[in-house]
T-cell receptor
Framework: NAGVTQTPKFRVLKTGQSMTLLCAQD?????MYWYRQDPGMGLRLIHY???????AKGEVPDGYNVSRLKKQNFLLGLESAAPSQTSVYFC??????????????FGPGTRLTVL | LAKTTQPISMDSYEGQEVNITCSHN???????ITWYQQFPSQGPRFIIQ???TKVTNEVASLFIPADRKSSTLSLPRVSLSDTAVYYC????????????FGSGTRLSIRP
């Protein structure tokens, strides 16, 4: 199993450009999440999904949109990138059927720079 | 949502036992305590989770007193590879979306 994968690993955007980050998991997990992590800080939840076709806002949703058309994929979109969105983005997934219910499995991250 | 407080940084030496304490004074009845480890340029990795008393796995132990207002992650005989940031999280079971990552504790292990 590949676990949680993220595409791309690195990206540089200019202010105003748009892009989509792709997260894929092969563990058949119900829940998926998008976080951002700024230097020296903890992770902050952007959006999450509890199942195919459903999404919800997290702590810092402004400037981002998400979609979960397939259970294994969770997309994060930036419609008009801003320098404040420069960060490392992590995707995670979790299952409601495991013993450690709050255990999230994280991807390797996408490092995004907005100039 | 329960807020957590943990030391910003800690130093130790190889072979020592390291204890990282987390304070969560307003923990709710249905909240669990979870610890994650994060290495540089990687996503966090689950270490251990507990509700009360003591939990032990192959990596660490988690001690939770009766009032549950704090918890201690214990790492036995640390090595250089245990140098990482450790996050204490508190949140309700089956509601991982309500989990909040704080700034964590930066643990540095020296030879």
């Amino acid at each position: 199993n590949a676990g949680v994968t993220q595409t791309p690993k690195f990206r540089v955007l200019k202010t105003g450009q748009s892009m989509t980050l792709l997260c894929a998991q092969d563990m058949n997990h119900e829940y998926m999440y998008w976080y951002r992590q700024d230097p020296g800080m903890g992770l902050r939840l952007i959006h999450y999904s509890v199942g195919e076709g459903t999404t919800a806002k997290g702590e810092v949703p402004d400037g981002y949109n998400v979609s979960r058309l397939k259970k294994q994929n969770f997309l994060l979109g930036l419609e008009s990138a801003a320098p404040s969105q420069t960060s490392v983005y992590f995707c995670a997934s979790s299952s409601i059927s495991r013993g450690n219910d709050n255990e999230q499995f994280f991807g390797p991250g996408t490092r995004l720079t907005v100039l | 949502l329960a807020k957590t407080t943990q030391p910003i940084s800690m130093d130790s030496y190889e072979g020592q036992e390291v204890n990282i304490t987390c304070s969560h004074n307003n923990i709710a009845t249905n909240d669990y305590i979870t610890w994650y480890q994060q290495f540089p340029s990687q996503g966090p990795r689950f270490i251990i989770q507990g509700y009360k008393t003591k939990v032990t796995n192959e990596v660490a132990s988690l001690f939770i007193p009766a009032d549950r207002k704090s918890s201690t992650l214990s790492l036995p005989r640390v090595s250089l590879s245990d140098t990482a940031v450790y996050y204490c999280l508190v949140g309700p079971y089956s509601s991982a979306s309500k989990i909040i990552f704080g700034s964590g504790t930066r643990l540095s292990i020296r030879p």
